[in-house]
């Protein structure tokens, strides 16, 4: 009897430790999903587009973009958001050459309330830097503009948007000027064991381009999954996303794999 009780209290102790620990993940999950969360992360985000240019090969963006959030007294957050593109694309012409190397840098400072109401909602400045190497891989331009963030979590629900407009001010004369608008909606349904569904495809609309080359609009999704390596808190997404609209050179399928390392606060 008394060996008994003792694997009931060891049985229910496991019980309840792997319950807190699925609870912990769903709650690393939303982190995650908040762009104005309090989580140090540093996500690489790796975006294949299919049937780019007149060769229709692949266009690979690699995301590199650190999130560091920043404590301005006990009732504000300012969260920083810096994303440096690593990018190699085919030619634009029939017997051009790939060009491979790094994009314009895009940072952005969203002002955050500690405490939110219904809605948790960032705002700040977007900031582009001619960083492109080879520059045809750029703008080859400074620019500025505003970004807000606004969402909502809901149970196992998550959702909101974010968008911005960046207009150029500075740069190479010869080089078009820069008026780029990026709306990001996103929508996340977690699962308790860290498992979550995600959509949040990235429509741009570029305002100096004709109206046939103006927007890129995908649809899709994807899934994703909280886990460690040793103590090193990780999240994995794969996403799949189909053009409805896009520019001429842009192909219509868009393949997306996200691999962030976490830095939860020790609490």
């Given at each position: 009897m008394k060996k008994a009780l003792i694997l009931?209290?060891?049985?229910?102790?496991?019980?309840?430790?792997?319950?807190?620990?699925a609870a912990a993940e769903?709650?690393?999950?939303?982190?995650?999903?908040?762009?104005?969360?309090?989580?140090?992360?540093?996500?690489?985000?790796d975006n294949m587009n299919f049937g780019y240019g007149p060769n229709k090969k692949i266009d690979n963006v690699l995301n590199i973009q650190p999130v560091i959030p920043i404590s301005l007294n006990e009732n504000w957050n300012l969260i920083t958001r810096t994303?440096?593109?690593?990018?190699?694309?085919?030619?634009?012409?029939?017997?051009?050459?790939?060009?491979?190397?790094?994009?314009d840098l895009l940072f952005t400072a969203f002002l955050s309330p500690k405490k939110p109401?219904?809605?948790?909602?960032?705002?700040?400045?977007a900031l582009l830097f001619p960083t492109a190497n080879p520059s045809e891989l750029g703008t080859k331009k400074w620019g500025i503009?505003?970004?807000?963030?606004?969402?909502?979590?809901?149970?196992?629900?998550?959702?909101?948007?974010?968008?911005?407009n960046i207009w150029s001010y500075a740069g190479a004369k010869n080089n078009p000027?820069?008026?780029?608008?990026?709306?990001?909606?996103?929508?996340?349904?977690?699962?308790?064991?860290g498992w979550y569904l995600t959509s949040s495809p990235i429509i741009t609309s570029n305002w100096n381009a004709n109206s046939k080359n103006r927007w890129?609009?995908?649809?899709?999704?994807?899934?994703?999954k909280i886990f460690s390596i040793g103590k090193q808190p990780m999240n994995a997404q794969l996403h799949a996303y189909y053009n409805?609209?896009?520019?001429?050179?842009?192909?219509?399928?868009?393949?997306?794999?996200?691999?962030?390392?976490?830095f939860p606060k020790k609490r």
């Open positions: 009931l209290c060891i049985l229910c102790a496991a019980l309840l430790s792997a319950s807190t620990f769903e709650d690393l999950a939303k982190a995650t999903q908040n762009p104005v969360s309090d989580l140090i992360s540093l996500p690489f985000q994303i440096l593109p690593v990018i190699s694309r085919p030619a634009l012409t029939t017997n051009g050459k790939r060009k491979t190397g790094t994009g109401g219904a809605f948790i909602w960032g705002v700040g400045p503009g505003p970004s807000v963030v606004v969402l909502k979590m809901q149970n196992a629900w998550v959702y909101g948007a974010l968008i911005n000027s820069v008026n780029l608008m990026t709306l990001q909606p996103f929508l996340n349904y977690n699962f308790p064991t890129t609009i995908p649809l899709g999704g994807g899934f994703g409805v609209k896009k520019p001429t050179q842009v192909g219509h399928w868009t393949l997306r794999l996200q691999l962030q390392f976490l």
